[in-house]
T-cell receptor, first 115, second 113 residues
Framework: AQKVTQAQTEISVVEKEDVTLDCVYE???????LFWYKQPPSGELVFLIR??????QNEISGRYSWNFQKSTSSFNFTITASQVVDSAVYFC????????????FGSGTRLSIRP | DAGVTQSPTHLIKTRGQHVTLRCSPI?????VSWYQQVLGQGPQFIFQ???????GRGNFPDRFSARQFPNYSSELNVNALLLGDSALYLC????????????FGPGTRLTVT
């Protein structure tokens, strides 16, 4: 069975702190894609990153970085020097190449950045 | 370029009624997927249409149906509404069937009373 677990339901930090959002996934497939999406209060899901299962290279984009480790089935997301505008619900998601269309989302982590 | 658009924004229906939700993908995108997001949960996959054919279906009852038109816009239909159908319905579009980069619309908030 395929599954995405985001164990942290809510996180609250003070602005400028670093914060890491955890994501653990389960699949027996060898070809798959992992995603992170941001959902601000407006409700629209915003695509942040996609990673395929053959590329374990970590990625950095500005204050955002992602750590993909197949050995632990984790795809964690770190925000450095957090800002109030980072407050949102963040979803980790899994797409299997074999099932093409279906994306399996985790339950999300609500991140609140306090000024 | 315009993003994914959905209509209506909000909708209130009574149990047993029927509802139609609409989605227009990003220009050039041929794949449309529908998701249901109940409050406090992650989105759940309902359907994907690619090139006007159903390419994937999630674990939803037959009361849920969808179609894609020649211009790649899509409709999601829900019959015999239940209270549990109250949710945010999200539409997403992508270039190809595989959702390499899927762009979401703002959603339609459906409330069933």
């Amino acid at each position: 069975a395929q599954k995405v677990t985001q164990a942290q339901t809510e996180i609250s930090v003070v602005e400028k702190e670093d914060v890491t959002l955890d994501c653990v996934y389960e699949t027996r497939d060898t070809t798959y894609y992992l995603f992170w999406y941001k959902q601000p209060p407006s409700g629209e899901l915003v695509f942040l990153i996609r990673r395929n299962s053959f590329d374990e290279q970590n990625e950095i984009s500005g204050r955002y970085s992602w750590n993909f480790q197949k050995s632990t089935s984790s795809f964690n997301f770190t925000i450095t020097a957090s800002q109030v505008v980072d407050s949102a619900v963040y979803f980790c998601a899994l797409n299997l190449y074999s099932s093409a269309s279906k994306i399996i989302f985790g339950s999300g982590t609500r991140l609140s950045i306090r000024p | 370029d315009a993003g994914v658009t959905q209509s209506p924004t909000h909708l209130i229906k009574t149990r047993g009624q029927h509802v139609t939700l609409r989605c227009s993908p990003i220009s050039g995108h041929k794949s449309v997927s529908w998701y249901q997001q109940v409050l406090g949960q992650g989105p759940q996959f309902i359907f994907q249409y690619y090139e006007k054919e159903e390419r994937g279906r999630g674990n939803f009852p037959d009361r849920f149906s969808a179609r894609q038109f020649p211009n790649y816009s899509s409709e999601l239909n829900v019959n015999a509404l239940l209270l549990g159908d109250s949710a945010l319905y999200l539409c997403a579009s992508s270039l190809a069937q595989q959702p390499y980069e899927q762009y979401f619309g703002p959603g339609t908030r459906l409330t069933v009373t």
